[in-house]
């Protein structure tokens, strides 16, 4: 436990220290004479001591108070600069992101980088949400490509593309329009998109069995143990086809909603989220799927 003195004697003492002068500090502190004196009465009745000499009509530092001055006067500096830095951090410029854990972790996160470089005063946070419970935590957007239908404030940002995706030994056969495989992997709450896919590729894919998860890393990580066809959006498994770790034999199929990004915060866009918004369309046109 600190055993210390109110901050305001403190404070008091050390413009007096400062200073010179209880009528200078006063003007420093923006405190009347009187006021100044009785805390720096308050302060030797604490210590049980002395701080100053008198000097003429002024005050001086005895040794105890040039002791205590120097350690004061460097406390309350650090004390000071802390508070800036705290205060610059709260009233930088920020955004706050709502979006899928999945395109989250495996894209947004990943990409950030680039949009610190070109906004370094911008802080950006990330809340998840998924397609079972859209929900925004007060952000100021949310993305996503799973809503079934879109406010009219919503803003389009780029093409998705979805496409079958399986471990490289895993059985697939084709005839015509029909593949037949063991297992097809659904997310819970956006099994449409097999239909979606179907309907857009003039694919049907015939399954002895189905797996379901609720959250499409889970599929992914599924279709990586080679337990089953997943589809899953091109940007969020690059790193797995370039090193051969999934294969696409049926390529990637454009969904004709998008990514989308809806305003979600009750204040109007900032000019913080307008920059992101602005940034996130070039740098998802910029790693766009190949279909």
Partial sequence: MRRLPPLSTLRAFDAVARLGSVTRAAEDLGRTHGAVSKQLRALQEHLGAPL??????????????????????????????????ACADVRAPAVHVACSATFAMRWLAPHLAAFSRSHPDVRVRLSMTSAREIRHEDADLLIAWDLRSYPPAAIRLADVNFGPVAAPAY????????????????????????????????????????????????????????????????????????????????????????????????????????????????????????V
């Fill in 52 to 85: 100053f000499d008198k000097a003429g009509t002024g005050l001086a530092l005895n040794a105890r108070g040039r002791t205590l001055a120097a350690s004061v006067g460097e406390a309350l500096d650090r004390l000071a600069s802390a508070y800036d830095a």
């Fill in 171 to 290: 059985p697939l056969e084709r005839s015509g329009a029909v593949v037949r495989a063991p297992c097809r992997i659904v997310h819970d709450f956006t099994s449409s998109a097999w239909d979606d896919w179907r309907a857009r590729s003039g694919l049907t894919i015939e399954a002895e069995r189905e797996l379901s998860f609720p959250h499409t890393h889970l599929c992914l990580e599924v279709a990586l143990a080679g337990l089953g066809v997943a589809l899953i959006e091109r940007r969020l498994i690059g790193q797995e086809l370039d090193d051969g770790r999934l294969t696409a034999p049926f390529g990637f199929t454009v969904f004709e909603d998008g990514l989308m990004a809806v305003p979600t915060a009750r204040r109007p866009l900032s000019r913080s989220a307008a920059a992101f918004l602005d940034w996130l369309a070039v740098e998802l046109a910029a790693s766009r799927s190949d």
